[in-house]
């Protein structure tokens, strides 16, 4: 699930003895002394440092809090797209301030939305994802990292044209229209859930831990609802299944091999809940996530782009 160089890096942090990387190997599912000095010896090189380095130990390793600052970072994203289309605006200036440099956000507006249903539904998700912000940033302290550069206008552009959706040339607005709302929102939830279920089994801290399980739960409420509505919005538009589709196909073109994400089906068939063949959700690694997130379609480690212009901050700021 996780990259044996990331692992290592989690292992070599958490561990104080020999004994120690023993248990924490056996936890991760890595048998063998030979498997194990693998994972260690190649550990070193996992994550480049740079100015963003600010929630790491003095050796470099990763820890609870470079986790938790990289799912800050995804909050931040989701916080900044749902307030701005429920309410206008986005999340307030001492919500945005931390370590590394503070970036600002460009595009998003209030949706118009025609049915009180949706407006409510994303009054609630806008609510809860502010409140995400606001638990991880006191859980992190003062090791939390601020607001990176969010890009909400150019980045829906070429995603949706990237995925087929629109021709080059033509702009995607998700704040335009509910429809539109629907499939930008889309774009994050599936990406949520799969982040924190790849990144639950790292934490070393179980009242950490069980704050991402509750925060992935919510995460994964909230997709249950973007594609319940996307289906039923596909019963008067039936095209919205293949838009929805494509959308899906870009985000796995984007996290590297494997055809693991999964549309909402079709008007015969519905596909609300992605999962493998044991019904159990997805995980992506952090690095897969910033392939999607920074829409990187180079086949090469990258460090910025798509939704994030000057990237994340934290420690984990490099795709796979």
């Known amino acids: 699930m996780f990259g044996t160089r990331f692992l290592g890096q989690v292992v070599d942090r958490s561990a104080e003895t ?10 991760a599912g890595i048998a ?7 994972v260690l010896g190649a550990a070193a090189p996992a994550f480049a440092a740079t100015d963003h380095d600010r929630d790491h130990d003095h050796a470099g390793g990763i820890n609870d809090g470079s986790i938790l600052n990289f799912a800050l970072n995804l909050e931040y994203l989701e916080a900044e797209f749902y307030l701005r289309a429920a309410t206008g605006s986005g999340l307030p200036d001492d919500m945005t301030t931390g ?4 970036g600002w956000v460009t595009g998003g507006h209030r949706v118009p939305f025609r049915t009180k249903a949706l407006r409510n539904i994303a009054n609630e998700i806008a609510k809860d994802e502010k409140d995400h912000v606001a638990f991880l940033r006191s859980a992190l302290g003062g090791a939390k990292v601020s607001r990176p550069s969010i890009d909400l206008r150019t980045s829906f552009t070429a995603a ?4 087929g959706v629109i021709k080059k040339g033509q702009t995607f607005d998700p704040f335009a229209n509910e429809q539109n709302f629907l499939l930008g929102a889309f774009l994050f939830e599936d990406v949520g859930v799969t982040a924190y279920k790849g990144a639950a089994p790292l934490i070393t ?3 950490y831990l069980d704050a991402a399980a509750g925060i992935l739960a919510v995460e994964a409420y909230h997709g249950g609802i973007i594609r319940s509505a996307l289906y039923a919005e596909g019963y008067e538009n039936p095209s919205v299944y293949g838009t929805v589709q494509k959308l899906s196909d870009a985000r796995d073109l984007l996290d590297g091999p494997g055809d693991d994400d999964q549309g909402i089906g079709n008007r015969d068939v519905s596909n609300l809940v992605p999962a493998d063949g044991n019904s159990i959700a997805y995980s992506r690694t952090p690095g897969r996530v910033l392939d999607i997130v920074y829409l990187n379609l180079s086949g090469k480690p990258a460090t910025k782009g798509g939704f994030y212009p000057h990237g994340v901050n934290g420690t984990i700021h490099v795709s796979a």
């Open 32 to 38: 063998g002394a030979g498997a194990g000095a693998a």
């Open 205 to 207: 801290s179980k009242t």
């Open 18 to 27: 020999a004994v120690d990387r023993r248990k924490l190997l056996t936890m």
């Open 99 to 102: 370590r590394c440099d503070r």
């Open 160 to 163: 949706a044209t990237a995925a």
